[in-house]
């Protein structure tokens, strides 16, 4: 377990590193993903897992993305699509069947998988009898692991007790709600307006309907918010008790991300009040008994999460933490971003572009990256940092034939500042995050980074602070 530090973060150290990086949901990060890798790329990479071990020893992870939301919350930085309308939710189900069938032809049928999550968007948009339709979909051409994670994404604002019903017979065993905070002033302020009862009722059914996880995302950096108001909700999170929390600060990006214009960035907390926001709710958490995952990540001890912590198997993919290292990873729907082998694709963001590609027979994947050796090797350590808070010298030079300190010699000399500030601990057989470290620790991650490291137009990543 991660403890929070009691030496106080000064502001000079904020000020350091109040910067734009990579979140490292994969490294190298999706904005390195090329148009010069096409579906033909990915239809090998598909062929090649068919044909080797890895198809009969590593289960898949599938991602569907449902991009339609009802209304639109003005934090939003997800690929969505606004719309009263729910017959355009049945469209998109027969070209998902299109996308699995193309699949499967390269694959194989039954190809085994132990994690699915549908995101978006909200996956509630879509009616029961839809839900149904795209689960018999999935079950038609993958065969599932009794015992995996099964996930869904909840607008609470668009689910019921009864609907609860529908998705426990489904098999979801996992529920991931989107509450992001629970002060009236600030949900109106982001055009999110979900009272707390509603929640507390919905995460009460789901228990009593035996779901066996529940998570709950929380946002802090979003306007109206103080450190007070996120105590406040803090302590109704602990009432509320799911068995993991998702903490994520708010990125501002305004011109990357259309809905954010209508956030002054004068509304925004200072960076000082989002650090604040951070080890306040990093102390609340932890006092209340929860395990620190990583980055974003608090869950029970007695959760799947805690569990791979403890036992070094936790992974870092595109949905944050995971239980499942090193797992090919499908995203089917628009935009979304899969692994498999030593590649990474991304499908047509726009529903149009997603559409005809289809029409045509065709992957909708517009582009992705075949990772080389050195991307391979710096995956390793950045995923280390960020999984585990540790780098062994010995582990990476065993698996990638290295010498560590030769390799990354520059590297090492940079580190030496962190170690300064007490960020990082170095000694002969590795690299430590310290509890003061973890605030920071995109930036001890991005020192391994050469693409990001030679990069000119840092802005359009997320502040790490």
């Keep these: 377990m991660i403890e929070s530090t009691a030496e106080p973060i000064s502001e000079s ?11 490292y949901t994969s490294y190298p990060t999706a904005d390195r993903f090329v148009e010069a890798f096409t579906s033909e790329d990915y239809i090998q990479a598909l062929e090649q897992r068919r044909s080797g071990a890895a198809a009969m020893v590593l289960p898949l992870s599938l991602y569907i993305h449902i991009p339609f939301c009802e209304s639109l919350c003005y934090y939003c930085a997800c690929n969505k699509i606004i719309t009263k309308h729910h017959d355009r939710s049945a469209a998109y189900l027969k070209y998902l069947a299109l996308e699995v069938a193309l699949h499967t032809k390269h694959m194989g049928l039954g190809q085994v998988v132990s994690q699915l999550h549908l995101g978006g968007g909200s996956p509630t948009f879509m009616s029961d009898a839809e839900l149904c339709e795209l689960m018999a979909l999935l079950k038609q051409n993958f065969s599932f692991t009794p015992g995996g994670e099964y996930s869904i994404e909840i607008d609470p604002r668009t689910i019921d007790a009864n609907r609860l019903d529908t998705l426990a017979d489904l098999g979801f065993n996992r529920l991931s709600f989107g509450v992001q905070d629970f002060d009236p002033a600030v949900q109106k302020a982001v055009h999110r307006v979900q009272p707390a009862e509603q929640v507390f009722a919905l995460v009460d059914a789901a228990r009593q309907r035996g779901f066996e996880s529940i998570n709950v995302d929380l946002i802090y950096g979003l306007p109206e918010q103080t450190p007070e108001s996120v105590k406040r909700t803090l302590a109704q999170v602990n009432q509320l008790r799911p068995d993991r929390i998702a903490l994520y600060a708010y990125a501002h990006l305004p011109e990357r991300f259309k809905p954010q214009r209508r956030i002054s960035s004068t509304e925004i907390p200072t960076a000082s009040s989002k650090i604040t926001m951070l080890a306040d709710s990093m102390s609340a958490l932890m006092d209340a008994g929860y395990v620190y995952i990583g980055m974003d990540h608090f869950a029970l001890p007695n959760d799947s ?18 239980t499942q290292p090193d797992c090919d990873m499908i995203g089917l729907g628009v935009s979304s971003i899969g692994r498999v082998g030593a590649t990474y694709s991304q499908n047509a963001k726009t529903l149009e572009d997603y559409y005809d590609y289809l029409d045509q027979g065709l992957f909708p994947v517009v582009k992705g990256l075949a990772l080389t050796r050195d991307d391979l090797v710096r995956r390793a350590v950045i995923m280390a940092l960020m999984c585990q808070g540790r780098v062994s010298f010995k582990s990476i030079e065993l698996a990638y034939l290295v010498n560590f300190k030769t390799y990354f010699a520059k590297e090492m000399g940079v580190l030496q500042d962190q170690v300064k500030e007490g960020l990082i601990e170095l000694d002969a057989s590795g690299i430590q995050v310290t509890a003061k470290g973890w605030f920071f620790v995109r930036a001890v991650a991005m020192v391994f980074d050469q693409y990001f490291q030679t990069d000119r137009t840092r802005a359009r990543f997320s502040k790490i602070l």
Excluded: E, M, T
């Design 13 to 23: 150290l904020i000020r350091q590193y109040d910067v734009s990086g990579p979140r």
């Design 305 to 322: 999460l805690a569990v791979a912590k403890r036992q070094g198997r936790l992974h870092r993919n595109f949905q944050g933490y995971s």
